[in-house]
């Protein structure tokens, strides 16, 4: 079947089965590997993308179903100014240890700031709830968005 939308802001189209997950589409039909894959299940956030803006787990996002839709990974993050604007803050605060978790809390810290641009601790802790970190880095995702909001106003 094939399946239309745009990712990164450029039009694709992809043959797939509709119940494709969209992770593997990502990764596999179009080698954008910073998607990462962990639990499957849509429990950890490491999948996280937006689709028309809103963060989604591409893990059980089957990709029949962003047909027409704006799809937006790690890879073109920087495309938004709150996404430019969280990855500079995640630099500057050194955030990352391991890593592996990173791109789903950036997508979903860019996703805040796009509706949210000033968010309080309650807000952050919300928003990035289903975001799991095995480092346990959530003192400084929750500083390194602050920052991306100071630099936003």
């Known amino acids: 079947m094939a399946i239309s939308f745009e990712i990164n802001g450029q039009e694709r189209q992809v043959e797939a089965a509709s119940d494709t997950p969209l992770l593997w589409v990502l990764r596999d039909y179009l080698g954008l590997t910073g998607t990462k894959y962990s639990c499957g299940m849509s429990l950890?956030?490491?999948?996280?993308v937006h689709v028309n803006g809103n963060p989604v787990r591409s893990c059980v996002t089957p990709v029949s179903s962003v047909a027409g839709k704006s799809v937006t990974t790690i890879e073109g993050v920087d495309t938004?100014?709150?996404g430019r604007a969280v990855r500079s803050a995640?630099?500057?605060l050194d955030v990352v240890q391991c890593g592996y978790c990173q791109s789903g809390q950036i997508m979903a810290a860019a996703a805040l700031l796009a509706g949210n641009p000033d968010p309080d601790d309650a807000d952050i802790d919300a928003a990035m709830a289903g975001n799991i970190c095995r480092c346990a880095t959530y003192v400084r995702i929750r500083a390194a968005l602050k920052e991306a909001a100071k630099s936003l106003a």
């Open 44 to 48: 950890c956030g490491a999948c996280t």
């Open 80 to 82: 938004s100014r709150e």
């Open 90 to 92: 995640w630099n500057e």
